[in-house]
């Protein structure tokens, strides 16, 4: 029997959160799971490598406010890094770090930098993805496998994606036994002695809406066919020409989502201009295509915005002009809060047919210009912000300026 119905995951569940909560957090939709080649449930974690995990988990905790949950290291057998398990609302972030001289992490962070290695999905049945994978021609880099502990098993497979990123495939109910350790077997739980200020809210975000990726001139509509073709995924939007160019950068973005439109990527390639983009100078300091922001939903960015910024979080700006501008303010219409509160806090504002968003981009997280986060709230829209784009590039461009790299 086709199940249509939309499920809450156990992340989800264990989260609190509901079915109401995440049509309006991440535009969540009900489809027939049964008919996918490739069914998704949902993101299972995204997985960092990091110059030094210890202190990340750390900046997680204290500035993301992110709970420390599992971990896995040289104390529990594992030679070769450290992983700390974090994770706020239905998102799960694995960071990890070098402890070997001889790691591979090492070789890793040395070539990119702070980044995203794998983005991790959640699916019902690996071994029907990893079938349906190598018949569409997809590089199988892991073959599935069930690995267990005293917790139960979990049944693993992975395939590659752009660049050096993989996605790997997390089945977590086997014969009806559902995985009950804190992530994987091989990590074990842990807590932090980190203590929340008073007056901390209990998270600052609930879900992860989506992973923006990027690769080079020309691969894009490659790298779309890769997940209509091997995963199954549907388009959702596409931006060219002058939605999303300013006077100086372009590039093209299209837009692909699982059923469920749990799991969204748009995905970047550059485009010809007078000056280098965004995405050019994303691909000179990663080295390769790769994973360039998560956007992180809430239902109250202004007190997310609030919080991180008193955390020391730096955002980008966004010029008074824009938000004084008639013909924006015509457009937006009413939204839950005056613009005067969204221009104080720089946050950016989009209505499309079926809505309104807000959302807001910080400056790049680590050292290198590549990895950064995007605050989101939506309201109805299931867009990314098209009437913004020309401002927010023109925010990034300045940026970019600023580091001799337009």
């Given at each position: 029997m086709s199940n249509t119905a939309v499920e809450l995951t156990r992340q989800e569940r264990e989260a609190q959160l509901d079915l109401d909560q995440l049509k309006q957090l991440v535009g969540l939709v009900a489809y027939d799971e049964e008919a996918d080649p490739f069914?998704?449930?949902?993101?299972?974690a995204i997985v960092f490598v990091?110059?030094?995990?210890?202190?990340?988990?750390?900046?997680?905790?204290?500035?993301?406010?992110?709970?420390?949950?599992?971990?896995?290291?040289?104390e529990n057998g594992n030679r070769d890094h450290k992983a700390f398990v974090l994770t706020s609302g239905s998102i799960r972030f694995v960071i990890k770090g070098a402890v070997s001289p001889d790691s591979?992490?090492?070789?890793?962070?040395?070539?990119?930098?702070?980044?995203?290695?794998?983005?991790?999905?959640?699916?019902?049945?690996?071994?029907?993805?990893?079938?349906?994978?190598?018949?569409?021609?997809?590089?199988?880099?892991?073959?599935?496998?069930?690995?267990?502990?005293?917790l139960g098993s979990v049944r693993i497979g992975a395939i590659a994606a752009y660049g050096e990123t993989r996605h790997t495939l997390v089945q977590?109910?086997?014969?009806g036994q559902t995985y009950a350790?804190?992530?994987?077997?091989?990590?074990?739980?842990?807590?932090?002695?980190?203590?929340?200020?008073?007056?901390?809210?209990?998270?600052?975000?609930?879900?992860?809406?989506?992973?923006?990726?990027?690769?080079?001139?020309?691969?894009?509509?490659?790298?779309?066919?890769?997940?209509?073709?091997?995963?199954?995924?549907?388009?959702?939007?596409?931006?060219v020409g002058d939605d999303i160019a300013t006077d100086y950068s372009a590039l093209m973005s299209k837009?692909?989502?699982?059923?469920?439109?749990?799991v969204k990527f748009p995905l970047n390639e550059p485009a010809i201009a007078k000056k280098r983009s965004q995405i050019d100078e994303y691909l000179d300091f990663y080295g390769c295509p790769g994973a360039q922001h998560l956007a992180l939903a809430t239902n109250d960015i202004l007190r997310t915005v609030d919080e991180l910024r008193r955390e020391g979080v730096e955002f980008l700006d966004t010029p008074d002009a824009y938000y004084d501008d008639p013909e924006m303010r015509a457009r937006i219409g009413e939204v839950r809060v005056p613009i005067e509160e969204l221009k104080?806090?720089?946050?950016?504002?989009?209505?499309?047919?079926d809505g309104y968003l807000l959302?807001?981009?910080?400056?790049?997280?680590?050292?290198?210009?590549?990895?950064?986060?995007?605050?989101?709230?939506?309201?109805?829209?299931?867009?990314?912000g098209k009437g913004n784009f020309k401002a927010l590039f023109e925010s990034i461009e300045r940026e970019q300026d600023k580091r001799g790299n337009l």
């Open positions: 069914p998704v449930t949902g993101w299972d990091v110059g030094n995990a210890t202190q990340a988990a750390q900046y997680y905790q204290s500035t993301w406010g992110m709970q420390l949950v599992g971990y896995s290291g040289p591979p992490l090492i070789a890793h962070h040395t070539a990119h930098g702070d980044g995203v290695v794998d983005i991790s999905l959640e699916v019902p049945d690996v071994d029907k993805c990893i079938a349906q994978a190598r018949a569409a021609g997809a590089t199988v880099v892991q073959e599935p496998e069930t690995v267990s502990d005293e977590r109910t086997i014969d350790g804190a992530y994987l077997p091989g990590y074990v739980e842990r807590t932090s002695s980190f203590v929340k200020r008073d007056g901390a809210p209990k998270r600052l975000f609930q879900a992860l809406d989506h992973i923006v990726g990027n690769v080079e001139l020309g691969k894009l509509d490659e790298w779309v066919g890769f997940y209509n073709r091997v995963m199954g995924f549907v388009n959702m939007a596409e931006f837009v692909v989502a699982n059923g469920n439109h749990r104080s806090r720089k946050i950016l504002v989009d209505r499309d047919e959302q807001i981009f910080t400056k790049p997280l680590g050292d290198r210009p590549t990895v950064f986060f995007e605050i989101i709230e939506r309201h109805g829209s299931l867009g990314f």
